[in-house]
């Protein structure tokens, strides 16, 4: 099982969006980029929703529930997509400016590239956001 960050601007599809229809296709993917970390995830990942925008914080925990596949919608077979289930709402209170003053998240991609739209977490970072969690 691997660690994903999934960012969305919450005024086009927020996490709350997630838990209502209970099930997603995460699309719109089109960055070179993301579209190779897409390629990597696989069924029972796990990912950190984040709300760009001007929330800025992590808001939820869930499920890959498919490995990618080119996206239905699209002629492009390299534009992919997979299926996602929500799993917890987070608390909203771990922020984007909290990890950058974080020395231990100096790697993390988030807060290297703030940009990119899916990105791989590391088993140590994963942990220690959900230490913060439980704190905050």
């Not at 005024?11 to 719109?28: F, I, P, T």
């Not at 997509?81 to 231990?104: A, E, H, R």
Request: with cysteine.
């Amino acid at each position: 099982m691997a660690f994903w960050l999934l960012k969305t601007e919450p005024s086009e599809y927020s996490y709350a969006d997630l838990v209502r229809e209970k099930k997603a296709v995460w699309d719109g993917v089109t960055n070179n980029w993301a579209l190779k970390f897409i390629g990597d995830i696989r069924k029972d990942d796990m990912a950190l929703i984040y709300h760009t925008g001007k929330e800025k914080c992590l808001t939820g925990l869930a499920k890959v529930v498919s490995d990618p596949y080119p996206d239905p919608k699209k002629k492009d077979q390299k534009l992919l997509v997979f299926d996602l289930i929500p799993v917890k709402k987070l608390s909203g209170n771990i922020t984007l400016k909290m990890l950058k003053s974080d020395s231990f998240f100096a790697a993390f991609l988030l807060v290297k590239f703030t940009r990119l739209s899916v990105m791989p977490v590391s088993e140590d970072h994963w942990e220690k956001i959900f230490e913060i969690e439980q704190k905050v």
